[in-house]
């Protein structure tokens, strides 16, 4: 499996941008956790989304708290894409985004390779 994450940029504060991530090779068909996280200069890597499939009777999102109500997670299955639209966008913002994927199956992880959004003031 190979993910791999377009869209990153330099945006203005207040500003919106869209982040794609192809996901090809093989399939996870079982439980799964799929997401964004990003590592910001000197900082640790954090959760933005993540959204568990396959698990128990339903799935569910969680949202970093200082994302929730301005990011969204999307995927168009068909495409094999997942998607994060962000808004209202603040400096704070700036950083790399991953797009992963977690088999809970085979208890495999994938990373793609990371866009840089840098957010201007």
């Known amino acids: 499996v190979q993910l791999q994450a377009y869209g990153g940029g330099l945006v203005q504060a207040g500003g919106s941008l869209r982040l794609s991530c192809v996901v090809s090779?093989?399939?996870?068909?079982?439980?799964?956790?799929m997401g964004w996280y990003r590592q910001a200069p000197g900082k640790q890597r954090e959760l933005v989304v993540r959204?568990?499939?396959?698990?128990?009777?339903?799935?569910?999102?969680t949202y970093g708290d200082s994302v929730k109500g301005r990011f969204t997670i999307s995927r168009d299955n068909a495409k094999r894409t997942m998607f994060l639209q962000m808004n209202s966008l603040k400096p704070d913002d700036t950083a790399v985004y991953y797009c992963?994927?977690?088999?809970?199956?085979?208890?495999?992880?994938?990373w793609g390779q990371g866009t840089l959004v840098t957010v201007s003031s």
């Open positions: 992963a994927a977690h088999d809970l199956k085979s208890m495999m992880m994938y």
């Open positions: 090779g093989g399939n996870i068909t079982g439980p799964n956790v």
């Open positions: 959204v568990v499939s396959g698990v128990g009777s339903g799935g569910s999102t």
